[in-house]
């Protein structure tokens, strides 16, 4: 479904990725994983048209899309849940997953997605005129996946979904991973929290100041000693 080859990313003069090469095969949790300044939400970034590649190529599906505008990676199925939620602070839970949905005219589709997202989350049914910025960092976050769904993605990709949650929140969310990929949703996820991403995972890469050190499936990368002492201690 997708491929990254040889791709090197700059923020300026700094060399963020150099050269790394990541496939993610349809229906598969594929995960990064790494410190921070790892290169791992540029690498989102890059697939997404966040943040232009200067060489190497991204292929979704068969076609180029490197350096293709974000709005059209979207349209083209590929949905991204940013590190820190992202979601629209003053707009309400409605209006956020609205904006989910901004390529979508049928009213009716638009509804069977909403209705899709409150079975994930129903307590975002139960506050869809309460302001973004008011829910609690777990509560964003589910609005910030919602979001995601509008767009009824193939291919999700979710930015430290854990980050600053309460481990039963962490908990629900991963399972609702895992749920979300049963029903035939590709996933790519980055995610600090390296036990619990490469317990779900299919498989990982790790990735250390931009570059691929280690690849495999997660439970050889959970048993990998390397790993265990750089991440999972």
């Known amino acids: 479904m997708l491929q990254l080859n ?12 150099k050269g790394i090469d990541v496939s993610v095969e349809k229906g598969e949790i594929v995960t990064l994983i790494g410190s921070n300044g790892a290169g791992k939400s540029t690498t989102l970034k890059s697939i997404s048209g966040l943040t232009k590649v200067k060489t ?28 820190g939620r992202r979601i629209f602070p003053r707009l309400s839970v409605k209006e956020n997953l609205l904006m989910g949905a901004f390529s979508v005219k049928s009213r009716q589709v638009i509804e069977e997605r909403m209705e899709r997202a409150f079975h994930y989350f129903p307590k975002l049914k139960d506050r869809l005129e309460q302001k973004g910025g008011t ?21 999700l990709m979710l930015d430290e979904p854990s980050m600053g949650l309460a481990p039963i929140i962490v908990e629900q969310i991963f399972e609702i991973i895992k749920e979300l990929n049963g029903e035939g949703i590709t996933i790519l996820l980055v995610e600090q929290n390296a036990y619990q991403a490469l317990q779900v995972a299919d498989r990982g890469y790790v990735i250390q100041t931009g570059e691929i050190k280690l690849k495999g499936n997660g439970h050889d990368l959970i048993t990998n000693d390397e790993v265990r002492e750089a991440y999972l201690a």
Request: proline share 5%; no cysteine; charged share 15%.
């Open 56 to 83: 190497g190529n991204i292929v979704y599906k068969g076609s180029d899309i490197t350096n293709k505008p974000a709005h059209e990676t979207t349209l083209l199925g590929i949905a991204h849940v940013p590190e």
């Open 6 to 17: 040889n791709v090197e990313t700059f923020y300026g003069g700094i060399q963020a990725l």
């Open 135 to 155: 829910m609690s960092g777990g509560e964003q976050q589910m609005l910030a996946i919602g979001r995601a769904l509008m767009m009824s993605p193939d291919l």
